[in-house]
């Protein structure tokens, strides 16, 4: 099903029709691993600009359909902390000082990221870092409407009435519903997959079947298909892309650090190494601390950020050439 089939997405550019390459990008907005792949992935989307098609599918991590309530809930949030701690160690993503509970569903979130493509890429790519920061971050993952409401507060460009509004409509609910079925027919190639530790990316048991794990990457061009699961390298997903897409070039640059915050508007340690000339914080930033490392904010993204509101500390405009 190509991108402009789907319901709920706007037609492509007239220019997006001429990519040689489709990305299928399984993911969820509240997966420590997909958080944990955004800097590789911001860097992918750069490499293969105009030449691909990426379309995300939210596969609904926590899914009520197919999870059973936790008999110990504070049990399972302290398990989970440490859990999403262990994967930060490895991604070098974020994660919260204080995790106030496991996600209760994944459908709020992945609603919300849906319902954000219809007001432009730029936009929904915000609110989807929004809904990561509300989880890996604040420690609050966005599992409710009022959830997600409080995390895209403020967020320069977003029309929060319209977000809201799109959530309920029955063509974003048809397309959410299409997602997490596609995600639950993965590809044989990852079923019962093995390879390299921490997160090899081999289907995982959903109720009755599989969905893929959390992040996998389907490139499909000219020359057939390839499935990039779980945790890798960047240069596996080039190395897929070019397999179905030859000739494909891949020739962009790294940033500048302010160039690179304007365009992200929120970058971690690992995006400034990913996607930045030297790895160094911007100067125009405003700091935030983590639990594995800061996050550096675009002042106009920092402003109305739930980090920086009296709930939580201010953070401080970091102007230091150090990490």
Not at 45 to 69: I, K, N, S, T
Request: charge should be negative.
């Amino acid at each position: 099903m190509t991108a402009a089939a789907r319901p709920g997405v706007p037609e492509p550019p007239a220019d997006a029709a001429a990519g040689v390459l489709e990305v299928v990008e399984y993911t969820d907005p509240l997966c420590p691993w997909a958080w944990g792949s955004e800097p590789k992935l911001r860097r992918l989307r750069a490499l293969l600009g105009g030449q691909a098609v990426w379309r995300p599918v939210y596969g609904m991590l926590f899914d009520e359909e197919e999870d059973d309530p936790a008999p110990d809930p504070a049990a399972e949030t302290a398990w989970y902390a440490r859990h999403v701690a262990g994967i930060s160690a490895h991604t070098g993503a974020p994660h919260a000082v204080r995790l106030a509970r496991v996600a209760a569903c994944s459908r709020p979130a992945s609603l919300a990221a849906v319902a954000a493509e219809r007001q432009g890429a730029a936009v929904a790519r915000a609110v989807l870092r929004r809904l990561r920061e509300s989880a890996f971050v604040l420690g609050e993952p966005a599992d409710s409407t009022d959830g997600v409401r409080a995390a895209v507060a403020g967020l320069p460009g977003l029309d929060e009435g319209l977000l809201l509004a799109d959530m309920t409509i029955r063509q974003v609910r048809d397309r959410l519903a299409a997602d997490r079925a596609e995600a639950r027919a993965p590809v044989p190639e990852v079923l019962g997959l093995s390879g390299p530790a921490p997160h090899p990316g081999a289907a995982k048991e959903a109720g009755d079947g599989y969905r893929y794990a959390l992040p996998t990457l389907l490139f499909v061009g000219p020359a057939g298909r390839r499935v990039v699961p779980g945790w890798r390298p960047l240069g596996e997903y080039l190395a897929a892309a070019r397999a179905v897409a030859p000739g494909l070039r891949a020739e962009a640059g790294p940033l500048d650090p302010d160039a690179a915050l304007e365009l992200h508007l929120s970058l971690t340690r690992a995006d400034l190494e990913q996607l930045t000339t030297d790895g160094r914080p911007p100067a125009r930033a405003v700091r935030l601390e983590s639990g594995n490392g800061p996050l550096w904010l675009h002042p106009a993204y920092a402003e109305g950020h739930p980090a920086c509101t009296e709930r939580y500390p201010a953070p401080a405009a970091d102007r230091s050439p150090g990490h």
